[in-house]
Structure formats: C-alpha cells, structure tokens
C-alpha cells in the first residue's frame, strides 16, 4: 500500500493528502494539550471518542443546513473532509460565564450570561490566541465582513442545535470553539465549517450535578477525562456499554459493510473517471 502524504501535523490531529483531489484525510490523536501547547498530555481513546461525537454532530448540523467539510468517517481514527483555506480565527460562543471570560471580568464561573456572546479569537500558539474585535478581523483580512456575517449566523445556529441537543441528554452547554475554512468555485468563495466539534472544544455539564463532562478536566487536572469523554459518547449513543467494560464505540461503517451485498461495486456511469 502506498504511504500517505502527511500534510500538517497538529496538535490533535493530523492531516494527510486524500484519495480525491480537494479532499483531506484527518486522523485523530489521543493527544491533548492545554495553553497552547504549554501542557500536553494523553487522553486514552479520545481520537476515538472525538472522531466519532464529532461526525454525529456534523453529520446532524448538515441536515439543518450547516455547510460542513466533513465528509465520511473512514474508520475508528479517520475521517474524509474537504480541503479548506483555514480561516485563521477561533470563534467562540458563550452561554454561561466559564474559563477566561469568567477570568477576565471577574465574574464567577456558572453564571448564566444575560444573552450569548460570540467572541474572536487569533488562531496563533506563539501570540497566545489572543482575543480580538471585528475591527481587527476587517483591518489585517482575516475575514471580510460577508464572511464574518456567515460564521456569526452559523455560529448561533450552531449554538442553538447543540443546545437543544446536549439539553437532551442532560447536558449544559457551556461554550464552544468553532474554525471556519473557504472553499473556492472559481472567483468565488464560501465559507464552510471546519475542524471538529468534540470534548476537546467544547465545555459540557452535566446539568444536574454540574460535573464537567470535557478537556477542562485535563486543563485543571482534575482526572477522569477518559470517562467524562465516554460518558458524552455514551449519552449521545455512540457508545455500547457490556459487562466486560467501559464500553466500545459504536462503528455504524463496520454494520453497513456486514449488511452490504458481496458483489463487487459497479463503476458509476455518472461519476467522470479522474
Ligand atoms: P476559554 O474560556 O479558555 O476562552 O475557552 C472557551 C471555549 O473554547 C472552551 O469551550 C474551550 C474552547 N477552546 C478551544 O477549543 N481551544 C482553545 O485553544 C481555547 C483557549 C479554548
Ligand atoms: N488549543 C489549546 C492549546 O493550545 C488547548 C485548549 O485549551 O483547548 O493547547
């Protein structure tokens, strides 16, 4: 088989070339890191974890109209996504008051912020992601502004799905981080959301005991990541629980090629030969 071309390596993922061109394959590690990369870590099975809670999600955002770049899952750690021009901001959304907004104003952690708040924040380890304003964006062209009006409205449809859908599953959601890329059609381009949407960007808790379900338990070493991680899977129903242990990540592929017949697949009239 021949060796895939890797083309970035980050901190919890990595990027090799895909089968088709425009197309990327991103590969999830278990690895975790924290303020900017000053702490790093392990989380067992979180490229699993995340693969999976992250394709539930954008495959769910898609049916109500989210352009996503993803896909289909390849396998346990893989998933096939666009190839997008990374916007390079971190747009954050905000709930309840936790984490640095709550550091920043001196307000206390779990308070309910009068309305949700959509923040900007550089995307660069080495300038520490520093927060900025939609001037900023407009001035060094980050963003345009059509651009930036397309992330804010997708960021709040976003924002009220997974409400509605961790709310289910009695979770909290707290705040979130979302990357947008463009994707180009001749002289035009469109914004498309990008990256991944997991435990690892996204403060979940448990709305009844308020037990944080995400990477804020490796950030403040407070332990129990790999279960507050399967415990997110395994309320979405990712996630199938036997007696022998904690469980095994539902593989929705693995049951359709079982199910699927054994004759070879015929070549698509349709679709051109590349
Ligand atoms: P913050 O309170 O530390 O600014 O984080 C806000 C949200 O953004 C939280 O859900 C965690 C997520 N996040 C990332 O995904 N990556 C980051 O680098 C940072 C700082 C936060
Ligand atoms: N993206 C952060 C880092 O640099 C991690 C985080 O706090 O989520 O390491």
């Not at 989210?66 to 390849?74: G, S």
């Not at 990477?215 to 403040?220: A, S, T």
Request: glycine fraction near 8%; aromatic fraction near 8%.
């Amino acid at each position: 088989m021949s060796r895939r071309r890797q083309i970035y390596e980050g901190k919890a993922k990595i990027l090799y070339e895909g089968p088709e061109p425009g197309t990327i394959i991103q590969y999830f590690k278990d690895d975790a890191t924290a303020f900017n990369a000053e702490k790093r870590g392990t989380i067992n099975g979180k490229g699993v974890i995340n693969n999976r809670i992250s394709e539930h999600v954008f495959l769910r955002l898609a049916h109500i109209g989210i352009p996503t770049h993803f896909i289909r899952r390849l396998n346990m750690r893989e998933q096939l996504v666009r190839q997008v021009e990374i916007i390079p901001l971190e747009v954050v959304v905000r709930n309840i008051a936790a984490g640095s907004i709550a550091k920043r104003f001196g307000i206390e952690e779990g308070e309910q912020l009068p309305h949700t708040i959509i923040e900007y924040y550089l995307k660069s380890d080495e300038l520490g992601d520093p927060l900025i304003s939609e001037e900023h964006i407009a001035c060094f062209n980050w963003a345009t502004h059509e651009e930036m009006q397309d992330m804010a409205a997708m960021a709040i449809r976003v924002n009220d799905f997974m409400c509605g859908m961790f709310a289910a599953i009695d979770i909290k959601l707290v705040d979130f981080k979302l990357e947008f890329g463009r994707i180009f059609d001749g002289d035009f381009s469109r914004v498309i959301l990008a990256d991944e949407i997991s435990p690892d960007n996204c403060r979940l808790w448990d709305f009844n005991t308020g037990e944080k379900l995400d990477k804020d338990r490796f950030r403040r070493d407070l332990g129990g990541e790999e279960e507050a991680y399967q415990e997110v899977a395994k309320r979405l129903g990712l996630l199938q629980d036997d007696e022998n242990g904690p469980g095994e990540v539902v593989d929705m592929s693995a049951h359709r090629s079982r199910l699927r017949p054994s004759t070879p697949a015929k070549p698509n009239p349709a679709k051109p030969k590349k």
